[in-house]
């Protein structure tokens, strides 16, 4: 059995019930699974391999996107530490709202997309920026990726104007403020999974090494250094949480405050004892590529994970041949099929080689999923006075199944994504929660985990073959 079934059956049951209590998860369109596949196979495959193509042309009905725009807006942190990921969401939205636009836009109006800086990614200059969109530009709707560290304080602004919000703020949180304030936050999507199933993942994927041979614990020693941030501390809570059912001691467990600018102190404990893995939950690519480079000075016998940073093409170009054995995992990325691929290509084609497609898949699906349940609804509602119309939209986006370039977007209870393999064993109803890992800083990273989406083996850390 693989590391992703290990899952206890009863919490996918309780999970299960309470998205059918919240409002469903069925396709209105298609309310069986058998109805659901045989739509997706009938679908052509558009000029990025995303599944939603004909499907939105169909609904369009041959219409041409030449009616009064539709304003959508985006809140992207472009001068903060988040930079290089802002700059990927947005190649990510110009591409699916061109693709959408040649395809009739939504029933014949054009999407045009306004973008507003997050900076530091704030309480404040978040919700500045949704205030912005909203009263300046009269959004109908905001997507964008994350802007975790502002931990909801935008909800309450968007759920006032009542318009759709779809972002990838990874947070569990997230899940329990809608589900708990259902009537409020009705129009808030959160379109991958939450953070917190990073550290199960990270403690079943060791588990797997281990039962394949490819791995051997020299002991049973964590070092996590968590990081200071809500998202940072959730997955530290999941990778606690899991640990000692596989016979794991959390030797360190430390919070260290970001930005972490030396990482020296923590790794003078870190070998002192000699864990078998280090692990962190930071998130933050600049704190994270100095402790790959300071591990790497004086490595000893221990496996690195880092979170989410290393699928930057940014973070490889610093740490380069010190990253080769780091491993990391992430709840949305784009995939390396043969949808993922053709998307990847044209990212890099346009913008350029040291681009992230891995981010910019992330917003590009977001788009045609809303596109798409727009379009069903008839359309989509200025701020304030149209909260009746993007009630409609909001009804169909909660009961979509979409296949895009990261996987299948469904949302379960609390309006976020259902993770695969965590929360299902089936690959076409979840996101994947990919494992990837450095072993060539050269090229992309390589995807490990979970099967069908692997597309290599894992590789022996080169200093532990030393």
């Not at 041959?62 to 985006?74: F, H, L, R, S, Y």
């Not at 596989?246 to 260290?256: H, K, P, S, Y």
Request: net charge negative; hydrophobic share 40%.
């Amino acid at each position: 059995m693989e590391w992703f079934h290990k899952r206890k059956q009863t919490k996918k049951q309780k999970f299960d019930e309470e998205m059918k209590a919240s409002g469903g998860i069925v396709d209105p369109l298609n309310p069986t699974r058998r109805g659901f596949m045989s739509t997706a196979a009938s679908v052509a495959v558009g000029a990025a391999g995303v599944t939603g193509a004909s499907t939105l042309a169909a609904l369009n009905n041959g219409a041409k996107a030449d009616g009064e725009p539709i304003p959508v807006g985006a809140m992207l942190p472009y001068t903060g530490w988040g930079a290089d990921d802002a700059r990927n969401f947005e190649a990510g939205l110009t591409m699916a709202a061109e693709e959408i636009n040649a395809m009739g836009g939504v029933l014949g109006r054009p999407i045009e997309f306004h973008y507003e800086d997050t900076k530091e990614i704030t309480a404040e200059t978040v919700t500045s920026a949704a205030r912005r969109l909203i009263d300046r530009v009269e959004v109908h709707a905001i997507i964008n990726g994350y802007n975790s560290p502002s931990v909801r304080a935008e909800y309450d602004t968007i759920a006032d104007a009542g318009i759709p919000y779809i972002h990838d703020n990874t947070q569990y949180g997230h899940q329990f403020a809608v589900k708990d304030n259902m009537d409020r936050y009705y129009c808030i999507f959160q379109d991958d999974p939450s953070e917190y199933y990073y550290g199960p993942g990270l403690i079943y994927f060791l588990d797997e090494l281990e039962r394949t041979g490819k791995w051997t614990r020299p002991n049973n020693r964590i070092a996590l250094l968590s990081g200071s941030i809500d998202y940072a501390i959730t997955i530290a809570k999941g990778i606690r949480d899991t640990a000692a059912q596989f016979g794991w001691e959390l030797a360190i467990d430390d919070v260290v405050t970001q930005p972490v600018d030396d990482w020296g102190p923590a790794l003078v404990r870190v070998r002192d004892i000699e864990p078998a893995i280090v692990a962190t939950t930071h998130g933050v690519p600049s704190d994270q590529t100095g402790l790959v480079t300071g591990f790497a000075e004086n490595p000893i016998n221990s496996l690195v994970y880092v979170q989410y940073a290393l699928q930057l093409r940014g973070f490889l170009d610093i740490v380069k041949e010190t990253g080769h054995g780091v491993f990391c995992s992430t709840t949305i990325g784009t995939l390396q099929d043969e949808i993922g691929l053709a998307f990847s290509k044209i990212v890099r084609d346009r913008w350029g080689a040291d681009m992230t497609p891995m981010v910019a898949g992330q917003v590009y699906d977001s788009v045609y999923l809303w596109a798409i349940a727009a379009a069903r609804a008839g359309g989509t509602g200025v701020p304030y006075d149209g909260i009746e119309q993007n009630r409609k939209v909001c009804d169909f986006l909660r009961g979509s199944i979409y296949r895009g370039v990261v996987g299948t977007i469904k949302f379960m209870w609390g309006q976020a994504a259902q993770p695969y393999p965590a929360e299902t064993n089936d690959p076409s109803l979840g996101m994947p929660t990919i494992i990837m890992q450095c072993q060539d800083w050269t090229k992309d990273v390589t995807h490990i985990a979970p099967h069908p989406y692997a597309n290599g083996e894992w590789m022996t850390p080169p200093w532990l073959s030393s």
